[in-house]
């Protein structure tokens, strides 16, 4: 609906450039789900946010779309600029802290990913992205093997409004390496039963983490818990 929304107003106004933001926005989640083939919707996710800043460089939107579609081509060092921009234009963009904290993260700069957490939560406390900001937080502390806290804010994360079933895999992932394994099964039977075809290569796709070893450890864990 949402997608079909921003077309609509695109034909009404082509020169309306956060429409082209909305739906590089649409087709990133399209991907990053895999709700629609993966493929065509990065493109797609690209070549939006591009028309977006086309039309109006100054709008964060933009810059923000642009730095997540360069997640989708693999490319994190690419996205932080970006990232960086659309904070820079507007220092108050919680959302762009946030995707900046999670390209830290994968890269290895949990430190620093936690810092632009903490900022993006203080700043948006009710954001309806907030389960993936305790997400990307969950996973920083398990780039440090803090397990403890990083099942604790795996479980925050899924148990928040619109946490989908990749999180729900944050958060049995984190409860497994700190040793719960009745939570740790509880939320893998709840991700498999909300979206089946999700698999440990499509969370790795999602959340790409650069360090092998990391890549292994999550990689084994969801071996275990029959991803």
């Not at 909305?22 to 919707?41: I, K, P, V, W």
């Not at 730095?67 to 220092?91: C, F, K, T, V, Y």
Request: proline share 5%; glycine share 6%.
């Amino acid at each position: 609906l949402a997608t079909s929304l921003f077309e609509r107003a695109i034909k009404m106004e082509p020169g309306f450039a956060r429409a082209y933001a909305g739906l590089s926005f649409t087709h990133f989640q399209n991907a990053f789900l895999r709700s629609a083939d993966a493929a065509e919707a990065t493109r797609l996710a690209q070549h939006h946010a591009a028309q977006c800043i086309e039309r109006d460089p100054l709008d964060p939107f933009g810059d923000f779309t642009m730095g997540r579609a360069q997640w989708l081509r693999g490319d994190l060092e690419a996205s932080i600029p970006w990232l960086e921009r659309a904070n820079a234009l507007n220092p108050n963009y919680a959302q762009a802290k946030y995707s900046r904290g999670w390209a830290e993260t994968f890269l290895g700069s949990a430190d620093a990913s936690q810092a632009n957490i903490a900022a993006a939560l203080a700043l948006s406390p009710l954001d309806p992205f907030v389960y993936g900001m305790l997400g990307v937080r969950a996973m920083s502390h398990l780039v440090l093997g803090q397990s403890a806290q990083a099942a604790d804010w795996g479980e925050r994360a899924a148990n928040s409004p619109g946490a989908h079933a990749l999180i729900e895999m944050i958060a049995a992932t984190t409860h497994a390496l700190n040793g719960n394994d009745a939570k740790a099964k509880a939320w893998a039977d709840s991700a498999r039963a909300r979206a089946g075809h999700l698999s440990k290569v499509d969370f790795l796709r999602a959340f790409p983490f650069r360090d092998p070893p990391t890549r292994k450890l999550i990689t084994a864990t969801l071996s275990r818990l029959g991803f």
